[in-house]
């Protein structure tokens, strides 16, 4: 009984902790005579603003936001194709040659995915062949045919 009553107050004390946080006020916000910052200013401005700022979205450059329609209309559209490399930060799916059902020749792609939006220049894909690079026509024809499924999945979603 008595491990319970102090595991009450440690929530207790942990849920005040917590709280007393939220206030969004600022340590030491009063003037200064000699117009310089306080010691806990100074810390802030040095390592960051607050305590919730350690749970907001950091900024990184090697991080590329991706459209999630268009990604997994991306790897639905060439599910034929064995995937190589994936990587949803970069926005890049590279896949091994593999041959289309009914299809005649073996393809490889790689598709780069670089922007939010739901939008042709947000896509890029190259195909090639095992002869070289694939027709210009079979191209468009393959980002047209990841858009248009990236637009079902988005009417799908609820989202349109």
């Not at 946080?21 to 009063?30: M, R, Y």
Request: charged fraction near 20%; glycine fraction near 8%; proline fraction near 4%.
């Amino acid at each position: 009984m008595n491990t319970l009553k102090s595991m009450k107050i440690a929530a207790v004390l942990v849920v005040a902790f917590a709280v007393s946080g939220c206030s969004g006020q600022k340590i030491g916000t009063g003037a200064l005579s000699s117009g310089e910052a306080s010691a806990p200013q100074k810390a802030e401005e040095e390592h960051g603003s607050t305590f919730w700022d350690f749970f907001q979205k950091q900024k990184n450059d090697n991080v590329i936001a991706v459209n999630k329609y268009i990604w997994t209309a991306a790897i639905e559209v060439l599910d034929f194709l064995p995937i190589q490399t994936i990587d949803p930060f970069t926005g890049v799916i590279v896949t091994g040659y593999g041959t289309p059902l009914n299809g005649g020749h073996a393809y490889r792609a790689t598709v780069l995915i670089d922007d939010p939006a739901l939008d042709a220049r947000s896509l890029t894909v190259a195909l090639q062949t095992r002869g070289g690079a694939a027709p210009a026509a079979t191209t468009r024809a393959v980002e047209d045919a990841i858009l248009s499924r990236a637009r079902q999945l988005r009417i799908q979603d609820g989202r349109f």
